[in-house]
């Protein structure tokens, strides 16, 4: 087989060799190819040292050294580049064309070029061999018109490790970017020549003051100013620079207050370069020259905050207090730091006692996002309304801070923290206790009694039974923590919580609440609209109105639920349904956003007045009695009743224990109704349903000496809780929702409460009390969630029909109009769009005002909201 070189000379000499003009491109591409990859080899030391000498003079890296370091940094460097340069030259090398040949040879199955200047070593004279050749080099003569050049391997990861090219690379780019190349020109100062020439050209200067960032001043400089007096504020920055022969020029200033070295008796080399900040008024000039400047310093007065006015608060809490900040720059930040004030507290009841430390918290005072931060008018909401201190005397004390870190002086303010107001009694008295708690833990005892006779008659005096429970399960754990575990910090935030939700239940459980929030967000909405509110405070009380007719919605199903519901309809017996209230409250948004506040107002009194003489249309089935959904709802409160009944009981059987000198129900600090000591209502022959009875049995624990171990049921505690279980048992498999989400969740929280209950039957029939009550409570958790999602389900089921509600079976429907006079309309719309605007002159008015939007919205002149306002009004119409 010959060599590639061989075959190269015989390209043109030896007449054998076939037409191989089409390795003409692919060779002169891959002979380029070669060559590049040895250079790319050879010199990439001396690419990578001229980068970074490139970077190094673009950035201007040589002011930062003295004139030694200039050069011998310049000396290292020009070593480096002849080190690479001398490199490259040894190691570079001038690929031959052989090689290239060679290289394209190697890349082509079985290496067709060399076998076009092979010859038969064997059998030339044999014909048929020599056929057999033939055809062979004729094959590999069709293969060269397939060559292509071969890509060079410019890798150099081998002989770069470190990956130094790609740090100078990375150099070279940010100086392109970032640098400038005629930096260079400053290593003109490394000739003696040059540097003798400037010298001789005589002394210069420069100087700037720089105000603090915060100021927002701009910078400035002394070579360009024409005054002598000059005002700056307090801690700006004189730089000065003096160039020529050293000691020609100097400076004097009076404006750091430091003390020149000539009056401390040292001896101070000449400087060319200051750096000094500007803390008093004084005089600043450069000596060798006629320039001075008179330097007024300015002091950055401190912030100040103040008050308003009054503290304003909202029915569920929400405290706004308004308040005014001003700084000759800019307020940076401020806090309100809340303390109790107890020289104005009415020390009596509850809060006779010493409270527990409590250190008093801080409020963020809120900053504006935009603007101007030098005056500027702010409103702090926040909802305190379940803080420790809500409705109790405390002090203010509001503070704002500068850019300088200087503080306001202290805007005391003293007033009663804001928090909810209960209007219900018994909401009133609980929430009274919760505080108390919170006050003091010694008050334990006291909020325990008076509980107790809080809920001693719930029949005909609670207005929630939801409430009453929680009440009784608060008592039942305030109990035994102060008996046994003691009340630690976490127990008493348990309990204040309990107290809260309960008392939220008591205020907010019935109706006639739910209808005066109504009236409440109705009134505030029409003062709105009568006294041109923003659009935000429009849609803030639109929401509010929204929510409290929904919950009164609610209250109202509930009421009519508990058969208590009235038949109160309006003049023409219409029933209207939650989804035309929506619809009404959305075209008394649309009116708003359109303007037309006078008819928005007027639709507002038509809502309320159907609101309060509506009656919610649903389903009523058998006539009168009472549905599955109602009936599982009232079979779960019953059972969750028994079980507080039971837990009372294994409660008192607990004190007994650790006190078994007393006859059965007594106990220390634990008094019944009747006053004496142990006589609980459930160790008196109740039922155990946690219910009170009227008729008491014996006096002095008589009779109870059976209930201790036996129940009024007749059987034990054990007993009574596995026929609970049953129960539960046997309502779980009735439950409405099946297949919903909330029915699901429904039984869940009743499988829950399943589990609890055996775990509390086991526990009693191993006279494990203490564990059995916490497993009845766990129990009456999982009913509550229970409650909670079966009432979502069935509240979900009404919505699903309330396009059935109002035909009850054996009515024949009717054609009802809505409160505007319209016809209902199909689908479940409020009404139809017919008969609106018959009157050619309402048409007319509506071109014309169709007509002065589109005007207004071209005038220039007019305010960008107002502009995008008119903007969307063209868009909807």
Do not use: C
Not at 164 to 193: E, K, N
Not at 197 to 222: C, F, H, N, Q, S
Not at 500 to 520: F, K, M, P, T, V
Not at 553 to 559: K, S, T, V
């Amino acid at each position: 087989m010959g060599h590639p070189a061989d075959l190269e000379r015989s390209m043109t000499t030896d007449p054998r060799v076939p037409d191989v003009s089409a390795l003409k491109w692919p060779l002169r591409l891959t002979w380029v190819g070669l060559t590049s990859e040895r250079l790319v080899r050879a010199f990439w030391p001396l690419a990578a040292v001229v980068m970074v000498v490139f970077a190094a003079i673009a950035f201007d890296l040589q002011s930062a050294l003295s004139l030694e370091g200039v050069w011998v940094v310049t000396l290292a460097s020009g070593a480096a580049l002849i080190a690479a340069l001398l490199f490259g030259l040894r190691t570079f090398r001038l690929p031959a064309r052989g090689e290239a040949l060679d290289r394209l040879d190697r890349s082509m199955a079985g290496r067709p070029i060399s076998a076009a200047l092979d010859t038969q070593a064997i059998g030339d004279n044999d014909p048929q061999s020599q056929a057999v050749w033939d055809a062979h080099v004729r094959r590999m003569e069709a293969r060269l018109s397939e060559a292509e050049a071969v890509s060079p391997d410019l890798r150099l990861s081998s002989r770069d490790p470190y990956a130094l090219r790609y740090a100078a690379l990375l150099a070279f780019v940010v100086a392109l970017g970032f640098g400038s190349i005629w930096r260079a020109g400053s290593l003109s100062d490394l000739s003696p020549q040059l540097a003798g020439e400037a010298v001789a050209a005589g002394p210069a200067w420069e100087a700037w003051i720089e105000p603090p960032r915060y100021t927002d001043k701009p910078t400035l400089y002394l070579n360009e100013v024409t005054r002598d007096q000059i005002a700056v504020p307090v801690g700006s920055q004189l730089t000065v620079r003096l160039y020529g022969q050293i000691g020609d020029l100097g400076l004097s200033e009076t404006v750091s207050g430091r003390i020149p070295p000539a009056e401390t008796g040292e001896d101070e080399a000449p400087q060319t370069a200051f750096s000094l900040p500007i803390e008093q008024n004084g005089t600043v000039a450069i000596e060798g020259t006629d320039e001075s400047w008179d330097i007024t310093a300015t002091a950055d007065a401190p912030p100040k905050v103040w008050f308003q006015g009054l503290i304003d608060r909202s029915p569920n809490g929400d405290m706004r207090m308004s308040f005014n900040a001003s700084d000759d720059y800019a307020v940076a930040a401020g806090n309100a730091k809340v303390e109790l004030n107890l020289d104005q507290l009415d020390r009596r009841y509850g809060l006779a006692v010493d409270p527990e430390p409590r250190e008093g918290f801080t409020l963020d005072l809120p900053m504006p996002l935009s603007g101007d931060r030098a005056n500027f008018s702010e409103t702090l909401i926040e909802n305190l309304a379940q803080h420790p201190w809500a409705n109790l005397d405390v002090r203010f004390n509001l503070t704002v801070r500068d850019d300088a870190d200087q503080i306001s002086e202290i805007e005391v303010i003293e007033t009663e923290l804001p928090g909810r107001r209960f209007f219900q009694p018994i909401a009133k008295a609980v929430v009274e206790q919760r505080r108390d708690l919170l006050w003091s833990r010694e008050n334990a005892t006291r909020v325990s009694q008076v509980l107790r006779a809080i809920t001693y008659e719930p029949d005909g005096f609670f207005p929630n039974e939801q409430a009453y429970l929680t009440l009784r399960m608060a008592i039942t754990r305030l109990d035994l923590a102060r008996e046994y575990d003691g009340l630690d910090v976490e127990k008493q935030e348990e309990l204040a919580e309990m107290l809260w939700q309960a008392a939220i239940l008591l205020e907010e459980g019935r109706l006639s609440d739910a209808l005066e929030r109504l009236r409440q967000a109705q009134e505030k909405l029409s003062d709105a609209m009568r006294n041109g509110a923003t659009d935000e405070e429009i849609a803030e009380l639109m929401q509010e109105l929204n929510e409290a007719m929904r919950d009164y919605m609610q209250q109202l199903a509930q009421e009519g639920q508990q058969g208590e519901q009235q038949q109160a309809q309006n003049q023409q017996g219409q029933e209207v349904t939650e989804d035309q209230l929506q619809q009404m409250l959305d075209e008394i948004q649309r009116l708003m956003e359109e303007g037309r506040m006078d008819e928005a107002e007027q639709l507002l009194s038509q809502l309320m007045e159907m609101m309060q003489n509506m009656q919610v249309a649903q389903g009523q089935p058998g006539q009168g009695q009472q549905g599955e959904g109602q009936q599982a709802m009232e079979g779960l409160q019953d059972t969750l009743r028994e079980q507080q009944g039971l837990s009372d009981e294994a409660f008192r059987d607990l004190q007994e224990q650790f006190n078994p000198g007393a006859q059965a129900g007594e106990s220390q600090g634990n008094e019944g109704r009747n006053g004496g000591q142990g006589r609980g209502q459930d160790h008196e022959g109740q039922s155990g349903q946690g219910q009170p009875q009227d008729q008491q049995q014996g006096e002095g624990g008589e009779g109870n000496q059976q209930a201790e171990n036996e129940g009024p049921g007749g059987g034990s505690l054990a007993d009574r809780q596995r026929e609970l279980r049953n129960e539960l048992s046997r309502q779980s498999q009735n439950l409405p929702g099946t297949g919903t989400p909330e029915g699901d969740a429904a039984r869940e929280a009743l499988g829950r409460a399943g589990e609890a209950m055996d775990r509390a039957e086991e526990a009693l029939r191993d006279d494990q009390t203490a564990e059995a009550l916490g497993a009845q409570s766990d129990a009456m958790e999982a009913l509550r969630d229970g409650l909670r999602s079966l009432g979502d389900a069935l509240a979900q089921e009404q919505q699903q029909q309330g396009g059935q509600q109002g035909q009850q079976a054996g009515q024949p429907s009717r054609q009802q109009r809505d409160p505007l006079g319209r016809e209902a309309g199909s689908d479940g719309m409020i009404g139809s769009q017919d008969n609106m605007l018959q009157s050619e002159d309402a048409r007319r008015r509506s071109r014309d005002l169709l007509d002065e939007i589109r005007r207004r919205s071209g005038e220039q002149e007019r305010p960008e909201v107002e502009r995008d306002y008119l903007k969307r009004l063209l868009d909807r119409f």
